[in-house]
C-alpha cells in the first residue's frame, strides 16, 4: 500500500461550467485538451504536465447558489487493485455569512504515474459522508479520461421489517 499526497496543479471557486459534481482521471495530453475545450477552462494559464511522469485527478463540485464551498483532494491510497481518493467537501455552516453569488468549486492534482497499479483497477474518490464515485481503468498508460459514477454506500443501521400480521 503506499499513501501520496497530490500536487495540487489549481483550486477555486469559479469554473468555468457550472453543472453536475464530475470526479475523473486524465492520463494524457490530447484527453487533457478536449476536458479543458468541453469545460471551457482551454484559455486559462495551466502549469506544464509531464505526462511521461503524471496524471491528473479532478474534482468539480457542480454549481452552488453562494460562496462558502470547497472541495480538496486530499490522500491518494493505492493498492494493487484499487486507487483510493480522499474528497473534502466543505459547506457554509448554518448561520455562516457568505457571497451570494454563484460558485463552482473546484481542484486539479497531479500524482506520480508510476505509483498506480498496473493493469485493470479500480478507482474510488470517496467522501466523509459516505459517497463514492468509481470508475474502472482498464489502461492508465493510454491518453484516455476516467470519469467516476457515484455510488452510495448506507451506513449500517438496524433494518426494521415488518412482522406478518397475527391471525386472528
Known sequence: MVKIEPKVLRAGDQWPTRGEPLFALITGPHAWERFLKEQHAHTWSWPDI?????????????????????????QVVITDHQVTVQVEERSP????????????????????????????FTL?????????????????????????????????????TPSAPADR
Open 93 to 120: 455552516q448554518p448561520g455562516e455569512m457568505v457571497i451570494q453569488v454563484l460558485t463552482s468549486p473546484f481542484q486539479i492534482v497531479a500524482i506520480p504515474r508510476d505509483v498506480l497499479p498496473t493493469g485493470t
Open 124 to 160: 474510488v474518490f470517496s467522501g466523509k459522508k459516505g459517497q463514492k464515485w468509481e470508475v474502472t481503468v482498464e489502461n492508465a498508460t493510454e491518453d484516455a479520461m476516467y470519469t467516476a459514477q457515484p455510488t452510495f454506500i448506507q451506513p449500517a443501521k438496524e433494518r426494521y
Open 50 to 74: 509531464n505526462w511521461e511522469q503524471e496524471v491528473l485527478l479532478v474534482a468539480l463540485m457542480g454549481a452552488k447558489r453562494t460562496g462558502g464551498y470547497r472541495i480538496a483532494l486530499r
